[in-house]
Each structure stands twice: as C-alpha cells, then as structure tokens.
C-alpha cells in the first residue's frame, strides 16, 4: 500500500484557482490508479477526477471538467489537481485516493480542505 498526504487546500475567492498536491510514499505509485475525491458537508464523498497509472486515460467529473486538471509525476510520487475558475459549490473536503483495480481505492489520504468564498 501507499500512504498519501493532500497539501495546497486553502480559502479562495470565486473564479480564483488552486493547485493540489497528493505526495505518496513507497515505491510502487506508478502502478496505482489515482483519483480526487471531494465530500461537502452533509453530502456524500464524490469522485472529481481520477488519472490512470501511466496518465493514458483521465476521467472527470461533469461539474469540473473544463476547470479542473488532473496530473501525476510518477518520479515525485505525486498526484495533482489543478483547479480553475473556481465556484462556490466546490467547497468541500479534497481527498486523494490510490487503487490497484479500475474504478477501487484502497488508500486514502487525510484530505485537505478547500473554501471558495464570494
């Protein structure tokens, strides 16, 4: 298993952007699927974005897609999320996760929170 630590949450003002990062330890990363996932109060935990181990296949969400980019560089172990044109409804929690079996994650980061202020 990996373990992973989200970095770059903060507070943001609508249209504004923020990049984060998930840092993963162990050797294995370029092996592992990798997806944000993001959970606003009193909702659920939702799937934003996921990249597949080599970056051939990227998948997101409809509600970021244009706004959101998801990237890794297996040589830093790291996952990112770039976020632009920020809105308010993406407020929430921003979780990173790892998988080794399409569409499964087994490991999950501490999650980082982000606020998109108006």
């Known amino acids: 298993q990996v373990q992973l630590v989200e970095s770059g949450g903060g507070l943001v003002q609508a249209g504004g952007s923020l990049r984060l990062s998930c840092a993963a330890s162990g050797r294995t990363f370029s092996r592992y699927l990798m997806g944000w996932f993001r959970q606003a109060p009193g909702k659920e935990r939702d799937i934003v974005a996921s990249i597949s181990s080599r970056s051939a296949s990227t998948y997101y969400a409809d509600s970021v897609k244009g706004r959101f980019t998801i990237s890794r560089d297996n040589a830093k172990n790291t996952v990112y999320l770039q976020m632009n044109y920020l809105k308010l409804e993406d407020t929430a929690v921003y979780y990173c996760?790892?998988?080794?079996?399409?569409?499964?994650?087994?490991?999950w980061g501490q999650g980082t929170q982000v606020t998109v202020s108006s």
């Open positions: 996760a790892a998988g080794l079996r399409p569409a499964t994650y087994d490991c």
